[in-house]
């Protein structure tokens, strides 16, 4: 994980002096380069100035491997050049700018990188006099650099990435070129499903089966209905589109035509070939084309009257009973309607009734023997109704706009006065020589959500979709039957809501509809988006009336969800309605930080003007490191351009070093005893970019030592771990500001609890004191106000870590063992983490335990429990003052860290 604080600001400077480029600027050979970024119509590149040595032979640091893959995702990527080692040790770094080659006017006489757009049977040749730029190609071969000059990539192909300087009226190269490719997103996680027709982004049916209507099982058909998705996205079939498709048998080596026909209960293969962004790609995906499953089928049925003359009976016919089946009208397109391929069965007539009474009756359908079992399977148990009178269900009047033959609405609450369907307008008839109407006690209404949950009329004026369903069997006064059966569509929204309803803002700022970046911070910026959207004076709720869903985009191009914006890259927050129609998605970016400088992060010294040798001045600075006798790997810390300070892991980077052996530099590891340089920094971590000036600045220094943290703590002794953290941590420094820490010198009160203090968060500085801090020290006669221990014993006296002895602290009074053990014990007690012990069983399991004074006893207890004193055997000495190296190692123990916010 990374941190960053901000310690001020410092400006990035360019690593490119006036010297440098003179001398680049010298003695050449020559040199090919093209006078601007585009490359001419034909023809190798002219002949346009000389080429200098230093830079046709310099190291090239890259941010990424060469020959890398990148997968499409629609933006600018690729691998990028950082910065220029020319040739000659004694020439520095030069960090590179990224030129887009179009039409401006590169900087004379400054460092670029850019792209070529690869092409071998390109006549525009990239060349130093008689020699090419080559690049590597996969088999290691040299290959000439051929092909115009582009702008940072994003289109399917391959690609060099130039390196030089621009003379003023051409290019000087680097020799060799890195290259990557843009390669089409993988076909292989496509999904077929079925199209609705209804809701074009609906791809949930995955299933694909024989529906009975006319033709749906030839080909051509069948492909009609046919659509993929990737990634949550519906691509476009056809050819310049994202791909074409066609059928084949399974193991068939011929694809089907159009006018085939398919078999239901066979498998198919369905081979898509990539169009586009797709182009070259294809993926074979396998599926059944099922039958016609007749027990999950939704089969409506008829209704039969005596005006109509048809009765009910073992032999009525599929058309008699049936009216659709799953959408498809019986006959009108469905096939075998006479029971071709399905089989009709009387299985019940009215309870305690005849054939041809009025009443319900119940049929089974089947498939209709072999040659029907090819097509259908299952069984299905339908009821229709012999009535003396079909009933008439009128909606018109239920609200304004319905015609006599609409079956559905809707209600847009956004308007003044919306349109409410009033399912108490309901007007329900017969005709017997005369048109007769039912009472609503004479029929049933029921009202259904999207769910099939029962709701009652008033949920028809709040958002969502209702099925009001209107059942008649009524027997009248004259033992006449009435029924029937209609049902009407309620779908109640606010309308369509697009970009100007919808407000997505980050940390208070609206994200503008064309998107905006922002860069890295380490935290989630989640937390500072904000959804809004707004209809005239009606404010929706997230979750009520719209989702919000955030993606990122992958490295394999394909958007995912994500639960958290941290890390660089691209994301999208998008808006669905729920409560009204319409999708809005806003795009951001996270940026990486573009690092400028590194030190090392936890040293465990830094000294200023230290004078090394007589070849390096003594204006330098120093950061002090162990010697361990293994390779060190010590964090960096970075600063950007604002002056933030990050510190990152060390899998974060990969760092190079050089010692000085004499007085010349000489890569190395970071290991031995020495004095050494940072040389390069190659930043692994994508939250963050690295610019060339990451190498330390001239006068800054890392010096291997055996000495860890101060000059008289030797790196084998038994307390040096726990001195060393107690000086990172900042609970102790050196004698008087010096590099002496006087390991076995005893600590006076006044000290004691400045360690604690400083433990706890707080800092020693010679700031005045508040009024309230002064109350706590007024009475004792030895703490001056303006002394460096005054705020670290006011504190103390405070909190109850510590007290005086009447009208003294006791400022210069060496502490004991048992002393500082009990004023631990009190501090730990403050911060919570003081749990209790067996006092007597513990101090009866160390040799000295029973001289600990009474007052002592629990505290002095708890130490030993816990190991922070008397630990491997030792003895406690309880009456023995503590001296320096053990009051650091007992605190060290028992925190290792110092806390953040002051007790």
């Known amino acids: ?51 200098s040595d230093t830079v046709w032979n310099g190291t090239v640091a890259y941010d990424g491997e060469d020959r890398a893959t990148f997968t499409y995702n629609g933006k600018a990527q690729g691998t990028e050049a950082v910065s220029l080692t020319p040739q000659g040790t004694e020439m520095s770094d030069v960090e590179l700018e990224y030129y887009p080659a179009d039409s401006s006017t590169p900087g004379t006489d400054e460092y670029y990188y850019f792209y070529v757009e690869l092409d071998s049977a390109s006549s525009t040749t990239w060349m130093n006099g008689t020699e090419s730029v080559t690049y590597k190609n996969a088999k290691g071969a040299s290959v000439d650099v051929k092909g115009n000059a582009v702008a940072k990539p994003s289109a399917i192909g391959d690609y060099a990435v130039m390196v030089g300087r621009w003379n003023g009226s051409g290019w000087d190269l680097v020799k060799s070129a890195y290259t990557f490719s843009i390669k089409a997103q993988s076909l292989d996680d496509a999904n077929l499903f079925e199209i609705n027709s209804s809701d074009l982004e609906d791809t949930s049916d995955r299933d694909f089966a024989y529906n009975g209507e006319n033709g749906c099982d030839q080909v051509s058909t069948f492909l009609s209905t046919l659509g993929v998705e990737l990634g949550g996205t519906v691509l476009d079939e056809g050819a310049g589109n994202d791909y074409t498709v066609q059928i084949y048998e399974l193991n068939g080596k011929s694809p089907l035509s159009g006018s085939d026909w398919l078999v239901p209960g066979t498998q198919y293969v369905a081979k898509l070939s990539g169009e586009g962004v797709y182009d070259g790609l294809s993926v074979d995906k396998t599926f059944t084309y099922g039958k016609l499953n007749l027990a999950s089928a939704n089969i409506e049925t008829n209704l039969f009257t005596a005006a109509s003359g048809n009765v009910p009976s073992a032999s009525s016919s599929l058309a008699d009973i049936v009216s659709k089946i799953n959408g498809v009208t019986i006959p009108g397109n469905f096939q075998g309607a006479e029971g071709l391929r399905i089989a009709i069965k009387c299985t019940g007539v009215p309870s305690g009734s005849t054939a041809g009474a009025k009443g319900t009756y119940t049929f089974e359908l089947s498939a209709n023997g072999e040659a029907g079992a090819k097509y259908v399977e299952g069984t299905k148990e339908v009821t229709v109704t012999y009535a003396d009178f079909q009933a008439d269900v009128d909606f018109t009047g239920c609200a304004d706009g319905i015609g006599a033959s609409d079956t559905s609405m809707t209600t847009d609450l956004s308007k003044d006065k919306p349109n409410y369907f009033d399912p108490s307008e309901i007007k329900v008839t017969y005709i017997d020589g005369s048109t007769k109407e039912l009472d609503e006690d004479q029929y049933d209404v029921t009202i259904t959500d999207a769910n099939g949950v029962e709701v009652d009329a008033d949920a028809l004026k709040q958002p969502g979709e209702y099925t009001v369903k209107v059942s008649v069997n009524y027997t009248n006064d004259y033992d006449q039957l009435i029924a029937g059966e209609e049902s009407f569509k309620v779908t109640v929204n606010y309308g369509t809501v697009d970009g100007s309803n919808i407000y997505v803002s980050y940390d208070g700022k ?11 911070t380490g935290e989630d910026m989640l937390d500072g988006i904000a959804v809004k959207s707004v209809k005239g004076d009606k404010t929706f709720v997230e979750g009520t009336d719209y989702t919000v869903e955030v993606t990122r985009l992958g490295s394999d191009g394909k958007w995912v969800a994500a639960d958290e914006i941290v890390n660089a890259g691209d994301y999208k927050v998008t808006v669905k309605g729920i409560s009204w129609k319409g999708t809005e998605t806003f795009e951001f970016e996270v940026t990486p930080v573009t690092l400028t400088s590194a030190v090392p992060a936890n040293p465990f010294a830094v000294a200023d003007d230290v004078k090394l040798d007589g070849n390096i001045p003594s ?24 002056g933030n300070v990050w510190t990152l892991d060390a899998d974060s980077y990969e760092a190079t070093y050089e010692v000085r052996d004499g007085v010349a530099w000489d890569a190395a590891d970071l290991k031995d005893e020495g004095v050494y340089h940072i040389k390069s920094v190659k930043i692994t971590d994508k939250n963050f970019v690295a610019s060339s000036t990451l190498a330390l600045p001239n006068g800054t220094y890392i010096v291997v030592t055996n000495t860890r943290s101060f000059v008289d703590v030797p790196n084998d002794a038994w307390y040096a771990e726990a001195v060393a953290t107690a000086k990172q941590q900042g609970y102790i420094g050196g004698v008087g500001g010096s590099n002496l820490f006087a390991p076995m010198r005893n600590m006076s009160r006044a000290d004691v609890v400045c360690v604690l203090y400083r433990m706890a968060g707080g800092t020693i500085d010679n700031e005045g004191m508040t009024d309230a801090e002064k109350t706590y020290i007024s009475d004792f006669t030895d703490v001056d106000e303006g002394a460096y221990y005054a705020k670290a014993v006011s504190w103390a006296v405070k909190t109850g870590v510590a007290r005086g002895y009447g009208d003294t602290f006791g400022t210069s009074r060496e502490v004991t063992t048992e002393e500082f053990a009990t004023m631990l014990h009190r501090y730990a007690t403050l911060i919570g983490n003081a749990d209790s012990v067996d006092t007597d069983a513990v101090l009866a399991g160390v040799a000295d335990g029973d001289q600990v004074s009474s007052y002592a006893r629990d505290a002095v207890a708890w130490a030993v429990e816990n190991g922070y004193v008397a630990s491997n055997g030792n003895l406690i000495d309880p009456q023995g003052s503590v001296y320096r190296a053990r009051v650091v190692t007992i605190a060290v123990r028992y925190q290792p860290e110092q806390l953040h916010v002051i007790l």
């Open 619 to 642: 204006t330098n600075t120093v950061y002090y490191l162990n010697h361990t006798g293994e390779e060190l790997v010590p964090e960096l810390s970075f600063k950007d351009a604002k």
């Open 510 to 520: 609206n994200v503008p509809a064309t998107g905006f970046d922002t860069p890295y």
């Open 1 to 51: 994980m990374t941190a960053c604080t901000n310690n001020g600001g410092s400006r990035a400077r360019r690593a490119v002096t006036a010297a440098l480029v003179g001398v680049l600027s010298v003695g050449a050979a020559p040199m090919v380069a093209l006078a601007t970024g585009a490359a001419p119509a034909s023809g190798d590149v002219s002949l346009q100035a000389a080429t």
